[in-house]
């Protein structure tokens, strides 16, 4: 069996971001380290800046804020719109709502003009929505959350999508922030539903909207 240097670095990249999305993030961050590493040894830059962001994203999903923005620092200045994504996801996390909104939203900007066609705009939208919600923006937060919800329906095609789950949780939460709880409800409902059909019933996000759903805001 090949050890991690002699596989390539799309593999390992690729299989690193289905765990994280999963959020089996314990194995996917060395898979994203190895990817990083492989991709730096061959001179793929592509991959390696990939795999780096990646691995900022799942570490602010696991709340190693300090880990995240030393992976971000190392990547340097760039065009990619998921920098500006990734940085938004760290400053929300962080409490700073207000750079959070500027940076996401430059984020999509740019994910629109470059037409990258990378799913990272709708998770960009999610967030978005979030940071606009923070500022008791609740009509910007719902027209965000709207906007990633179609962007997810186009990637998904009508079909069965973690993409659409994940924006109608953002939907429903943009509209229990509205005040708008009977069709919070129904997309909670039903993203609730998505998630645990397409990332298991244990996954952080189909267990939020699972919960919110049922009436638990905390």
Known sequence: MDGPDEVAPSILFNEGVVLDELARYDEAEPLLRDSVRNARVRGERRIERAGALELATLYVRRGELDRADAELNEIGRTESATLPYVR???SLARGDALRARDLLADSIDRFIRHKSGSNDVVFAG???SHAE???GRTAEALTAAQQALSAAESFAGGLSSYLVGHARLALGEAQLAAG????ARGDLRSAADML???LGAQHPAAERARRLADGHRS
């Open 180 to 183: 708008d709880e009977a069709a």
């Open 88 to 90: 938004g996801l760290e």
């Open 126 to 128: 999610i967030e978005l």
């Open 196 to 198: 645990a059909r397409t």
């Open 133 to 135: 919600a923070a500022l």
